[in-house]
């Protein structure tokens, strides 16, 4: 049995790819601090003979007795809210943390992917994204504490494969959503489809005008787990290129959930960026992926989950 250890494990990404991983017939050890996740999300693997879980902080040195065959680094504060909360911890375990999961792939002759971001593109000046743009990150802005940690951790990731000859595998993901999101995360999806549930107006940063393109989670796992089997260790984009307006966003929100909430404004947070959309032409070709499930398929099914979450989860909001 193959084993593969999932850094990140009771986040919403991670908790997905552990659920692949245990469906392709892997031996899952997960690793997470719970600093922003939660074990529901992985409670229905507890009983499973072939899921083990460490409670574990990746920025210290980390240890696992099993033998590994891969390792999937997903551990990081992710949404703007958490990692200007923890802004330290976010450094830390995109270098540290990196450092570690690097050496401990190495040690064991692991395969290592690195969840990295759309974000390494900070405010794009060009548009769509490819990989081959440097991007133009504020280094001392406040979302510099992630997008700088995930730049560190590409380079590093870079120089163990080009000098220790390790096999790297890194993906920029672009916005993702989908079931197990937390819903008081701050990201807009659960911020608006919390705000109508609730019945309060939805708050729409600056005027609206930024765009960011939305890839639903199965989508996602699937093409990172195409970058993990193939041979390819340059950084790969994933995510869906349909790009839509916050402000347009907002009010499919409104007819989604069929609520009457009106839209506020409020002040667009520092460096946010004014439009994201990924080129994909790198993932179709290498990894003969492309995104299957249409926006209003996936909002669905996000809206559904957020629904039959209970009153006081509900009730939990940083806005
Ligand atoms: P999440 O907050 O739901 O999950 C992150 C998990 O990492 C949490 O369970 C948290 O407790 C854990 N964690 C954080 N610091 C840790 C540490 N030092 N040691 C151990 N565990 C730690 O976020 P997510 O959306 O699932 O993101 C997962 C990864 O994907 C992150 O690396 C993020 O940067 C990357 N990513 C996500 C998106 C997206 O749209 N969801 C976009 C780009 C990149
Ligand atoms: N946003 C918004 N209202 C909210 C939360 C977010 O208008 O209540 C905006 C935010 O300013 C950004 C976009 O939605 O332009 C996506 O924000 P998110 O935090 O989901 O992701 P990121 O900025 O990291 O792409």
Redesign the pocket.
């Known amino acids: 049995m193959k084993k593969v250890l999932i850094?990140?494990?009771?986040?919403?990404?991670?908790?997905?790819l552990c659920d692949k991983f245990i469906n392709e017939g892997f031996k899952v050890i997960g690793?997470?601090?719970?600093?922003?996740?939660?074990l529901k999300?992985i409670e229905h693997l507890f009983k499973l003979e072939s899921f083990d879980f460490y409670h574990?902080?990746?920025?210290?040195f980390v240890h696992v007795p099993d033998e590994l065959d891969y390792i999937l680094?997903?551990?990081?504060?992710?949404?703007p809210i958490?990692y200007l909360k923890?802004p330290i911890?976010?450094l830390?375990?995109?270098s540290l943390?990196t450092h570690n999961l690097l050496g401990l792939a190495k040690a064991k002759g692991a395969r290592l992917l690195?969840?990295?971001?759309?974000?390494v593109y900070g405010d794009p000046l060009v548009h769509p994204q490819n990989e081959d743009y440097y991007g133009n990150v504020n280094t001392i802005g406040p979302r510099g504490v992630?997008d700088e940690a995930?730049r560190f951790q590409e380079s590093l990731t870079m120089a163990y494969h080009r000098f220790h000859g390790l096999e790297t595998r890194i993906v920029?993901?672009?916005?993702?959503?989908g079931p197990?999101?937390?819903l008081n995360?701050g990201?807009v999806i659960p911020a608006f489809i919390g705000q109508a549930l609730r019945g309060e107006d939805l708050t729409v940063f600056g005027d609206g005008s930024q765009t960011r393109s939305f890839?639903y989670?199965d989508d996602?796992i699937e093409g990172i787990y195409k970058l993990l089997m193939s041979d390819y260790a340059e950084p790969v984009n994933i995510g869906n290129p349909y790009e839509i307006s916050i402000l347009d966003f907002a009010q499919e929100i409104i007819r989604l959930t069929g609520t009457d909430q009106k839209i506020v404004f409020r002040p667009l947070p520092k460096d946010d960026p004014m439009q994201r959309q990924p080129d994909i032409s790198r993932a179709k070709s290498i990894l003969g992926w492309e995104p299957k499930v249409e926006r209003g398929e996936g909002m669905k099914l996000t809206y559904d989950y957020f629904k039959s979450l209970s009153k006081e989860e509900l009730q939990k909001s940083d806005h």
Not at 7 to 16: I, K, V
Not at 56 to 60: G, I
Not at 172 to 177: A, E, G, K, S
């Open positions: 850094t990140g494990a009771a986040g919403f990404l991670g908790s997905h690793m997470d601090n719970l600093i922003t996740g939660d999300n574990h902080d990746v920025s210290k680094h997903f551990a990081s504060p992710a949404s958490d923890i911890q976010t830390k375990v995109g943390g690195i969840a990295s971001t759309s974000e992630y995930k920029r993901i672009f916005n993702t959503y197990r999101m937390r995360d990201r890839c989670v996602q």
